[in-house]
């Protein structure tokens, strides 16, 4: 809920989940909410880069855990971030015109304007998904063209990858950048990221869960309330997806997963800090207060309202 001098002023409807430690689902926030089907956007790329991990493709192109975050990332543009996309392609054989995903105004507004008007498609914020997956395409002896077309071995082999940490089969539309975007319940990204976070996706799935967590601030940016639900607790991989979407896992195995059914990204840190909390029994320390109560704020920087989140969380029956 959204106040405005002690008065409610908006409202957002969340929907969240959350498994235990043996892979079930254990909590939700109202009935059915583990079973809405929603497209996961971003928080698919541990799971899609995973296919790289797996076919040993970083080792044999003498890549490491930093571009595998990287690949991970919905990243903010910067400088740092582009030399490892960069360093991705260059390992391949490919330059920046082998990236289909297109220009897309960099996340953070310093940046953009640091760039101006030499943006280019290594700047999307998904450029290292992309970058990786054509390493995988080049390690594999795949073509490197037409790799957004469903039938492409790239694409099978993500979809290999996403359905077996989500248990599911996703249905598949178009994301923002031009790989598909996996539609699932919510529930299954809870799983998906508790098996991440507790090495229920074997050796591939911890190498991808470490490089995350060891660097965060690649995955997300300072502030990103993926990279501080990472910083707030030892352990824990999160990633977060457009249109109100954030995925957590825990070093015991236990998940969690938010969507905000309007897509409103402010809804989103209250409602992933009040699952941790809550729905897990997380003593997430102080760190995630900011975050889980947003201020509302004048145009002078006066407070004048904050953002909370009011979930609670039902056995999943």
């Known amino acids: 809920m959204v106040s405005r001098g002690g008065m409610a002023e908006s409202v957002h409807a969340v929907a969240a989940c959350v498994s235990d430690r043996d892979g079930r689902l254990a909590g939700e926030s109202s009935p059915g909410a583990a079973a809405l089907e929603v497209f996961v956007r971003s928080a698919a790329k541990p799971f899609q880069a995973l296919a790289a991990v797996r076919a040993d493709a970083l080792e044999a192109l003498g890549l490491g855990d930093r571009h595998l975050a990287v690949a991970c990332a919905s990243h903010d543009s910067s400088e740092e971030r582009v030399l490892l996309v960069q360093e991705i392609l260059a390992t391949a054989g490919l330059g920046e015109d082998a990236l289909a995903c297109g220009i897309a105004a960099p996340l953070d507004g310093r940046v953009a304007r640091e760039i101006g008007d030499d943006i280019r498609p ?30 492409h071995p790239l694409q099978e082999a993500l979809r290999a990858t996403v359905a077996e940490a989500t248990g599911s089969r996703p249905s598949e539309a178009i994301d923002g950048c031009g790989m598909p975007a996996y539609r699932m319940p919510l529930g299954a990204l809870a799983l998906a990221f508790g098996r991440l976070g507790g090495g229920g996706l074997g050796g591939g799935g911890e190498r991808v869960a470490a490089a995350m967590v060891a660097n965060s601030p690649l995955v997300g940016r300072e502030g990103g309330i993926d990279t501080n639900l990472m ?21 015991d195995g236990r998940g969690m997963a938010v969507k905000v059914l309007d897509g409103a990204g402010r809804a989103l840190g209250p409602a992933a800090v009040r699952t941790l909390r809550v729905g897990l029994a997380v003593e997430a320390g102080p760190s995630l207060d900011l975050l889980a109560s947003p201020a509302v704020r004048t145009a002078r920087g006066a407070e004048a309202g904050s953002v909370e989140a009011e979930l609670e969380f039902l056995p999943v029956r």
């Open 122 to 151: 290594v700047h999307h914020n998904c450029s290292g998904k992309h970058a990786l997956g054509l390493a995988l395409c080049v390690h594999e002896g795949w073509p490197t063209d037409a790799y957004l077309e469903p039938a």
């Open 231 to 251: 910083h707030a607790s030892r352990g824990l991989v999160a990633k977060l997806g457009a249109e109100g979407v954030v995925a957590a896992g825990l070093p």
